[in-house]
């Protein structure tokens, strides 16, 4: 980058930008900016582009993000955030765990459908940082727990029981994206979506049945069910 390209502008020409827009509001402009350009190719997004796009100063760019990695990780956590938000919220209104399993599968496709592309444009650019990953490990590990709770509570099943199968099912959303994208339409959504509930429910029944059957043995009480996950509720 040349020198000129580096050298701020004055702090006077920040300053009359910035008084135009609230700090948050202005920050969450340049990153709706940057998500317009990823959707088209990340590789054109950098500091002078979103600057020129947004048409503002880059020294008014360099204010809110450090740079092109920071611009773009935060543009994956915003967007992440976002999802994690509405699944939450989408997954907590149903009332038994067949409709939670529903909204789940549902919101994922949806999420698919409007942010897939930038989500994989952001992950190959360099957007999805470390941080980002322990973060989607944390939440993957509180909507376990959510499932197994609910599980356990309308079924009677042991928590190691649901909690093994939950496990499965839900590491099975990205295979049900994978089919969705092989064919992008609603009628393929409510496909997925009733397989699914369909294939978790029934095992869930298939554990209660299992429980009664002789040779069936019940894990010993001082057994390790793993590790404890908090719960708290999708950033």
Not at 42 to 47: G, P, W
Not at 69 to 83: G, N
Not at 91 to 117: C, F
Not at 122 to 145: E, Y
């Amino acid at each position: 980058m040349s020198a000129s390209a580096t050298t701020p502008l004055p702090a006077a020409s920040v300053d009359a930008d910035e008084s135009r827009h609230g700090r948050a509001d202005r920050r969450d402009s340049l990153l709706d900016v940057a998500a317009d350009m990823v959707a088209n190719d990340v590789e054109a997004v950098s500091m002078d582009a979103v600057a020129r796009a947004a048409g503002v100063s880059r020294a008014l760019v360099y204010k809110h993000f450090a740079n092109r990695h920071d611009l773009l990780s935060s543009l994956y956590e915003r967007e992440s955030a976002r999802v994690h938000a509405q699944l939450s919220a989408d997954v907590r209104a149903a009332s038994d765990l067949a409709g939670m399993l529903r909204a789940l599968v549902r919101g994922a496709l949806a999420a698919q459908a409007s942010r897939g592309a930038t989500f994989a444009a952001l992950s190959a650019g360099g957007g999805r940082s470390p941080a980002q990953r322990d973060v989607r490990r944390r939440r993957d590990g509180q909507t376990l727990r959510y499932f197994t709770n609910q599980a356990v509570r309308e079924f009677g099943v042991t928590d190691l029981d649901a909690r093994s199968g939950l496990a499965i099912a839900l590491g099975a959303i990205p295979t049900v994206l994978s089919r969705w994208r092989l064919r992008p339409t609603s009628e393929t959504a409510l496909l997925l979506e009733g397989t699914f509930v369909a294939m978790v429910i029934g095992g869930m029944k298939e554990l209660v049945q299992r429980r009664g059957r002789p040779g069936h043995a019940e894990p010993d009480a001082g057994a390790s069910h793993g590790p404890s996950v908090r719960t708290s509720q999708q950033g």
